[in-house]
């Protein structure tokens, strides 16, 4: 283990590091830290995300026409994180329910290529959908959807997935 002792001067106030009485050594040390640590938030971050998409990829489901993703998207979904949140879509509404409680009703707009709503940003092979209140609008990347699983990504969110099942 390598200690690092910071120590007054008492003549005139300053500090100096003391480190294996080789400031050099403390130096190189630094820089190795700093490297390190940035390499390794670099790699928890870049695996994170490789394991998500190969996940995605491996649980994805050949769907073909957009009008297939739009139609597989409707009924009641929900949330495999948070079982009291569901989301209701159908009608060209999308409901937001918590604890069994409607919480908004927005207008919902799926687009296959993300470029006829607010989602341009979260273009996916599955397509995109939008939740738009009175004074917001939310995007929504499909990243996998089936008649029973729905997975999708906030537009300019943390990039983390909501996982949803199809409710009966």
């Excluded at 607010?118 to 939008?130: P, Y």
């Amino acid at each position: 283990m390598i200690t690092v002792f910071i120590l007054p001067q008492a003549l005139n106030g300053t500090y100096f590091f003391l480190f294996n009485n080789n400031l050099t050594n403390f130096n190189f040390f630094m820089k190795y830290l700093i490297l390190t640590i940035s390499l390794l938030g670099l790699l928890a971050c870049g695996g994170k995300q490789a394991k998500t998409e190969a996940a995605a990829g491996a649980e994805t489901t050949a769907v073909a026409p957009s009008g297939d993703v739009a139609k597989m998207l409707e009924g009641k979904w929900q949330s495999v994180e948070d079982a009291k949140a569901v989301k209701e879509i159908g009608g060209g509404k999308i409901v937001d329910i918590y604890e069994g409680k409607k919480m908004t009703t927005n207008k919902f707009e799926f687009s296959a290529d993300c470029s006829g709503n607010a989602c341009a940003e979260g273009k996916t092979a599955k397509g995109c959908f939008s939740s738009a209140g009175e004074f917001d609008i939310e995007c929504f990347s499909v990243i996998n959807v089936s008649d029973t699983e729905l997975e999708v990504s906030l537009v300019g969110g943390a990039g983390k997935s909501n996982h949803y099942k199809k409710m009966k």
